[in-house]
């Protein structure tokens, strides 16, 4: 059994930030006890000119107390002290300075009682040894397949530069990965390094025996019990016959991890006795548990609202067999409206998903998932049931995936606060508002996903291109008839190692083609900590009047969006063992609607005062800017932003409507980058 716990929170309070940023660096820290020892201020370094301070602080025992006021204190042990004189030594012949001596080493009191110290570290670090020579021997068999791999030796290790071991120990790795990639499977890299410590020079060697270009032969599995070895097979799809690619053994063990009932997957290789150029593949997996139960809880917590919920997750894996997997979840929970509505009421999603791999064919995966929810918004509360039935399959690699699916969801409606929707008139409600009691959204939907993106989380290079279409209609079961296409990009360029610059530009259109407007589930709403993040969730849309005195206007959606966002990343300080980050980012966007509605929702009958816009004005966007703080945690990246609104502050501009005037600073609390 599994059981994990997670949380969401959204909010507009900095107290909240600020406590929570407190909570998860402070949780879980082990504190030294002093012993009667001063505690270690700070650490510098004199005679240091050739290697970086903040490497070689990383590299010894002792370590500075942090400045953060709840950081644990690190104190003095003079035998670390000793010890560290030689790692330093070490440190720096591994950057190839081998006459390199700690000199002295100084502690300095800074009080009068001595509680705690400065450490000084002198070092001479002597002349520096460099390459004279490297030589790559047994790659002449190879032709062409030998000239990558020696121009760029040359490059890295080139005569004159400063020997530096973990360069000569990674070109090694490197090389004989460069032979593997171009089907070597069984190359072997030997390496020696000769240093002349008098004359400051090193001579390296690498020897190669490359051995026999492989292709892909027989694959068998070892380790099942309860599991068919023929559909591990399936998944695993090596191209028998063809070159031996070790990105193609690495992609083929994710798809057999990914069927979720192995702890472990490995690919062996080995020779053909017949054919000594046939790399036969062993699958090595042991089986886990088939049943995994999960439960958890989540907080929602923005300006107007307040939810909390608890969440129950059996899943069966090989259910009847063929790797089949079905999970069960049962999510309750509560909400409260903190608006000054003193509204509130339960949120129940109960859920079914039976997932399919290699249906029809290989890598064709089938989902169809059947749930009821009863929820609560601040235009509606509502509750009915819903389905889903799709497929997807990933080609080159999984950097393509398309997808086509089959959705419906029949809602009743309840508690609703009139005259928001307006009530008294139907045909009004479903022209302006999208809203029809019982509603009714039937839609296939396509996706197309390209991402050749480093990582998909917090990724740090690459570009992302997304595509999703909806098609809805009587034709679907639904009594919307409407079109909605979505196209986002995103790009990510990285400065350096710990810098990152991502961009994102993200377009939104909705089509109707009947007497309803645009069904009001699957309106464009921007605003949120991995939206606008001028906006609190969901607030940058039109908006109704609420129809009840001090409640805030209530977004009812749009059928246009463009949203850009552009954003700098940075790890500036490592803490406890995870980065923490600065981030700072610019968003500008808006949503706009077709239906022709006053500033305060209610349906547009002449031209005599400003209305929501029916079109992007894209000279006067929404535009914010902010900065925030990131921290690296097991369960992601919690992310604090504020965003700054800059302008459109007022009730309209330009003869439309703005939401949420005044509102200029937003605070958000989240999981993981924004995109």
């Not at 990639?181 to 020079?201: K, M, N």
């Not at 079914?352 to 749930?371: H, M, N, S, Y």
């Not at 209530?554 to 954003?567: A, N, S, T």
Request: aromatic share 12%; hydrophobic share 35%; with cysteine.
């Amino acid at each position: 059994m599994t059981v994990g716990v997670g949380f969401r929170v959204h909010t507009g309070n900095v107290f909240r930030v600020l406590l929570i940023s407190v909570l998860v660096v402070t949780t879980g820290c082990v504190h030294e006890k002093a012993e009667g020892r001063p505690w270690i201020h700070k650490i510098t370094f004199e005679g240091v000119h050739h290697v970086k301070t903040g490497d070689l602080k990383k590299h010894i025992a002792i370590d500075e107390t942090s400045w953060f006021p709840f950081a644990p204190k690190h104190y003095l042990d003079p035998f670390a002290i000793d010890i560290d004189r030689t790692r330093i030594e070490a440190y720096y012949r591994e950057h190839g300075y081998y006459a390199a001596k700690v000199t002295d080493t100084k502690t300095t009191n800074r009080d009068k009682k001595g509680k705690s110290v400065d450490i000084t570290f002198t070092v001479l670090e002597g002349p520096p040894t460099k390459i004279a020579a490297a030589q790559i021997n047994g790659l002449e068999p190879l032709g062409e397949d030998a000239k990558k791999p020696i121009a760029h030796l040359n490059k890295v290790l080139q005569h004159g530069a400063i020997f530096e071991h973990h360069f000569y120990l990674e070109e090694k790795l490197k090389l004989k990965s460069e032979l593997e990639d171009r089907g070597y499977a069984w190359a072997q890299v030997d390496g020696s390094v000769t240093v002349d410590r008098d004359r400051q020079q090193a001579q390296i060697l690498y020897q190669t025996t490359p051995g026999l270009r492989a292709t892909f032969g027989t694959v068998t599995v070892d380790g099942t019990k309860k599991t068919d070895p023929r559909k591990i097979l399936i998944h695993a799809d090596l191209p028998i016959g063809q070159r031996y690619k070790p990105e193609d053994v690495e992609d083929a063990r994710g798809r057999v991890f990914n069927l979720g009932v192995f702890s472990s997957v490995r690919f062996e290789h080995v020779h053909d006795p017949e054919h000594p150029d046939v790399a036969d593949m062993i699958i090595h997996v042991e089986e886990s548990t088939f049943h995994e139960l999960k439960l958890g809880g989540g907080l929602g917590i923005a300006p107007d609202r307040f939810d909390g919920h608890l969440v129950a997750a059996f899943t069966k894996y090989n259910f009847l067999g063929g790797f089949r997997r079905l999970q069960l979840t049962l999510k309750p929970g509560w909400v409260f409206f903190i608006d000054g509505s003193n509204r509130n009421g339960p949120v129940v999603t109960v859920e079914a998903t039976l997932t399919q791999p290699d249906f029809i064919w290989r890598r064709l995966e089938l989902k169809w998932t059947v749930g009821f929810d009863v929820g609560i918004e601040a235009a509606y509360q509502y509750y009915g049931p819903r389905t889903s039935l799709g497929i997807s399959r990933p080609f080159w690699r999984q950097r393509l995936n398309l997808g086509f699916s089959y959705n419906f969801l029949f809602w009743s409606f309840f508690n609703l606060p009139d005259p928001t929707l307006l009530m008294n008139n139907p045909a009004l409600a479903g022209r302006l508002y999208g809203y029809t009691d019982p509603y009714r959204v039937g839609w296939f939907q396509e996706d197309i996903i390209v991402d050749f993106r480093d990582r998909p989380l917090e990724p740090h290079k690459g570009v992302y291109a997304g595509l999703s279409a909806e098609l809805g209609g009587e034709y679907a079961g639904g009594a919307f008839w409407y079109e909605k296409l979505t196209p986002d990009g995103r790009f990510y360029i990285p400065l350096g190692k710990r810098v990152t610059v991502a961009g994102r530009a993200q377009y939104g259109r909705i089509y109707m083609q009947s007497d309803l407007g645009s069904p009001i589930s699957r309106r464009y709403y921007l605003g949120g900590p991995d939206s606008h993040r001028g906006f609190n969730f969901g607030r940058l849309a039109p908006q109704a009047a609420s129809g009840t005195k001090g409640i805030p206007a209530i977004p009812v959606g749009g059928d246009e969006m463009i949203l850009f966002q552009g954003e700098i990343r940075a790890e500036v300080l490592h803490l406890f063992g995870n980065w923490m980050s600065v981030g700072a980012f610019w968003d500008g966007g808006d949503v706009v609607t077709q239906s022709a509605l006053n500033c305060d929702g209610t349906a547009q009958t002449g031209t005599t005062g400003p209305s929501w816009a029916h079109t992007i004005d894209w000279k006067n966007l929404h535009h914010a800017v902010g900065a925030g703080l990131r921290y690296a945690t097991l369960i992601g990246t919690i992310r604090a932003d504020v965003g700054v609104r800059l302008n459109r502050l007022l009730d309209s501009t330009a003869g439309h409507c703005n939401p949420d005037p005044n509102e200029r600073v937003v605070f958000h609390i989240s999981i993981g980058e924004a995109f």
